[in-house]
């Protein structure tokens, strides 16, 4: 198995900072938002393009602009 070097593994969203320090697991965002919690996971680490709608609806809970949770995805 290949192993990434460090600039090629794509860095977590913002929003992983945001859940850790307000104590938000991802598994408490996958039941709000009636997902898997590996599907989170993988959104909100990167290594996944998150949707618009997955974008906003953890915008919404938060209470946090889009904007400030997830990158441009189009720009690593």
């Known amino acids: 198995m290949a192993t990434l070097a460090p600039s090629d593994r794509p860095r977590p969203h913002p929003v ?7 104590r938000i697991t991802n598994r408490q965002i996958a039941i709000a938002l009636a997902m898997s919690e590996i599907d989170v996971g993988r959104l909100i680490n990167a290594r996944q393009k998150a949707t618009p709608r997955f974008r906003a609806a953890v ?18």
């Open 16 to 22: 992983k900072g945001v859940l850790a320090l307000r």
């Open 59 to 76: 915008a919404r809970l938060l209470r946090e602009p889009e904007s400030s949770l997830f990158r441009d995805e189009g720009k690593s």
